[in-house]
């Protein structure tokens, strides 16, 4: 059996520079590697995605447990746990859903001004893009996309959390990956279609913890998106 921590990674830079951590990513990613110590929680195994903002986090985290005397196995980068990216989405959907949609193109427009003034802006008409672009990926409205495919980018997660070992005595694994890969975890856990996942990927917080536990096959949820070493002024979604 092993218990499995799916960590998100801290709040990352702006759109244009997005993966590196930021200041506020850091010191949260830092604070979760104190909480980890102070409950004497120790790895058997770290995995974490190729992005730069996955492996800081890990890094960090880490670093916190090992100050603390605690000895942390090496990580393991698995590019498969990657996220998709949003950003190769957006300049492939984009021309298209502002020629469909006079609404959407308001919202986009909105958004260029939100994004001058707060980069990590996640709500109003962000969210409403965000959540645009995503459905219209997952849905497959414009096949010519030469970019990973929903279908793919989900049977590759779907195919991490399958082959990853029970380890026959308990053990605790972390995975540092990020948000749509532990929503997209958590969903098979729980046998959601995909409308449901979408609410499930937008409340998903920075160095965020879900624990599910591995038994054979049976991927079982048992705590989803836990902040307990964060508070309101330093919790983010983005």
Request: charged share 20%.
């Amino acid at each position: 059996m092993s218990i499995i921590y799916f960590i998100r990674h801290a709040q990352a830079g702006t759109r244009d520079n997005y993966d590196r951590l930021s200041a506020l990513g850091q010191q949260q990613a830092q604070l979760l590697g104190d909480y980890f110590a102070a409950h004497g929680i120790r790895f058997s195994a770290v995995v974490a995605g190729a992005m730069q903002r996955q492996r800081h986090t890990a890094e960090l985290v880490l670093q916190g447990l090992s100050n603390a005397g605690i000895a942390t196995p090496a990580v393991q980068v698995d590019e498969r746990w990657n996220e998709f990216s949003l950003l190769s989405v957006y300049q492939s959907y984009i021309p298209r859903l502002i020629a469909e949609s006079a609404e959407f193109a308001r919202d986009y427009q909105e958004m260029q001004e939100v994004l001058q003034q707060d980069p990590h802006a996640v709500r109003g008409a962000t969210g409403r893009c965000d959540a645009a672009v995503i459905i219209a990926w997952m849905q497959n409205r414009y096949p010519e996309f030469g970019g990973e495919s929903w279908l793919n980018f989900k049977g590759r997660i779907v195919n991490r959390c399958a082959a990853m070992e029970d380890g026959g005595n308990e053990r605790l694994v972390a995975v540092f990956t990020s948000a749509t890969p532990i929503a997209i975890s958590t969903s098979h856990a729980l046998e959601l279609k995909d409308e449901k996942l979408l609410s499930i990927l937008g409340v998903i917080a920075n160095t965020s913890v879900t624990v599910m536990r591995k038994t054979g096959d049976d991927l079982r949820l048992f705590s989803f998106n836990s902040t307990p070493h964060l508070n309101d002024a330093n919790r983010t979604y983005r």
